[in-house]
């Protein structure tokens, strides 16, 4: 079975700084990986995906992600954050083999961001 | 406008009532999904369908229920078995099953 963490529960950064949410996977195989982005109250948005290929994918808002298969890793990274980018932050995995589809996702960061 | 709607946006029952919770989506999409968000918990499978009349049970599928009878409806419903039904619910669909899921915007679910 997938699994996946998001080591930092909170971060906080100041506006116009860079940005790094870490993200960490356990799967046999290579996984499909999601980050996606809630308001609160919300549903959830897709930022970026990665199936196969290169493993620098470009997202929405300004977002990237790398996925590094020795690290077992998929990183988002934003070089310059918003205010309106303060929000809760999802890493997310699907198996990409076997008869069962499921998508798994971690527990969440939280980011704030300051003026 | 292609989405995702569920409904209600808020729903308030009694402990021991049976509610169910509507998702819609016009996107067309084969696969639909329930999960369940407690804070800091991040999301849980409840169920998914891949397809007309088919579902599977997630990994919390215990006191809740769901049907698949059209391509554009999931229902769930949170039924008095379920111990601690107080939670956030998405509903979400994707194209097939090994793709992307798009989500609705929750039912904030509230059982006094």
């Known amino acids: 079975a997938q699994s996946v963490t998001q080591p930092d529960i909170h971060i906080t950064v100041s506006e116009g700084a860079s940005l790094e949410l870490r993200c960490n996977y356990s799967?046999?195989?290579?996984?499909?990986l999601f980050w996606y982005v809630q308001s609160p109250g919300q549903g959830l948005q897709l930022l970026l995906k990665?199936?196969?290929?290169?493993?620098l994918v470009q997202g929405i808002k300004g977002f990237e992600a790398e996925f590094k298969r020795s690290q077992s890793s998929f990183n988002l990274r934003k070089p310059s954050v918003h205010w309106s980018d303060a929000a809760e932050y999802f890493c997310?995995?699907?198996?990409?083999?076997?008869?069962?589809?499921?998508?798994?996702f971690g527990k969440g960061t939280l980011l704030t961001v300051n003026p | 406008d292609g989405g995702i709607t569920q409904s209600p946006k808020y729903l308030f029952r009694k402990e021991g009532q049976n509610v169910t919770l509507s998702c819609e989506q016009n996107?067309?999409?084969?696969?639909m999904y329930w999960y369940r968000q407690d804070p800091g918990q991040g999301l849980r499978l409840i169920y998914y369908?891949?397809?007309?009349?088919?579902?599977q049970k997630g990994d919390i599928a215990e006191g809740y229920s769901v049907s698949r009878e059209k391509k554009e409806s999931f229902p769930l419903t949170v039924t008095s078995a379920q111990k601690n039904p107080t939670a956030f619910y998405l509903c979400?669909?994707?194209?097939?099953?090994?793709?992307?899921?798009?989500f609705g915007q929750g039912t904030r679910l509230t059982v006094v």
């Open positions: 979400a669909s994707s194209p097939s099953l090994r793709t992307e899921a798009f």
């Open positions: 799967y046999g195989a290579t996984p499909y």
């Open positions: 990665y199936f196969s290929g290169d493993t």
């Open positions: 997310a995995v699907g198996n990409s083999g076997g008869s069962n589809y499921k998508l798994t």
């Open positions: 996107l067309n999409h084969d696969a």
């Open positions: 369908s891949q397809i007309v009349n088919d579902f």
